[in-house]
């Protein structure tokens, strides 16, 4: 039987292009088109790929050794003009490394399955952006 949860962000307007985004929790972060140095949402959307895949990467392996490099670049393409803006081709590069030795070796012997695992199963942004999960846009 599946386990559901409910998840929710609030996005409040500042000005034209300024956005923030708060969890129930109080977290938030600005961001938009008009917000100099801030992330845009299509930013947010490639950090929130990675960040979720990182997560389940540094669960996997932290606990055989502290990573001495742990980053990840993310490409995509954007396509617009006549067809609907969209992303494709989304590739998650990820750069760790680990100390010399037994523990270091056990941490890197772990970072393809740690990958598999959130491209297959446990990262819910890539799983979601994957499987095109419906999103409706309303008036409240």
Same mark, same amino acid.
């Given at each position: 039987?599946?386990?559901?949860?409910? /998840?929710?962000?609030?996005? $409040?307007?500042?000005?034209? @292009?300024?956005?923030?985004? +708060?969890?129930p929790d109080g977290a938030e972060i600005r961001f938009g088109y008009n917000v100099e140095g801030a992330l845009s949402a299509v930013?947010?959307?490639?950090?929130?790929? =990675? @960040?979720?895949?990182?997560?389940?990467?540094?669960?996997? #392996?932290?606990?055989?050794?502290?990573?001495? %490099?742990?980053? =990840?670049?993310? #490409?995509?393409? /954007?396509? @617009?003009g006549s067809a609907p803006a969209i992303l494709r081709d989304i590739d998650v590069a990820f750069d760790v490394a680990f100390p010399? @030795? =037994?523990?270091?070796? %056990?941490?890197?012997? +772990?970072?393809?399955?740690?990958? %598999?695992?959130?491209?297959? /199963? $446990?990262? #819910?942004?890539? +799983?979601?952006? =994957?499987?095109?999960?419906?999103? $409706?846009? +309303?008036?409240?």
């Amino acid at each position: 039987m599946d386990e559901v949860t409910t /998840k929710n962000v609030t996005l $409040t307007r500042e000005a034209e @292009g300024v956005y923030v985004a +708060r969890n129930p929790d109080g977290a938030e972060i600005r961001f938009g088109y008009n917000v100099e140095g801030a992330l845009s949402a299509v930013d947010l959307l490639l950090v929130a790929i =990675a @960040g979720c895949s990182a997560t389940d990467l540094d669960m996997m #392996t932290s606990r055989r050794a502290e990573p001495t %490099k742990f980053e =990840a670049n993310v #490409t995509a393409e /954007k396509v @617009g003009g006549s067809a609907p803006a969209i992303l494709r081709d989304i590739d998650v590069a990820f750069d760790v490394a680990f100390p010399e @030795g =037994a523990d270091g070796d %056990k941490a890197r012997a +772990r970072v393809a399955a740690a990958l %598999k695992a959130a491209e297959e /199963k $446990t990262c #819910t942004v890539s +799983r979601t952006v =994957a499987h095109g999960a419906e999103v $409706t846009l +309303r008036e409240a």
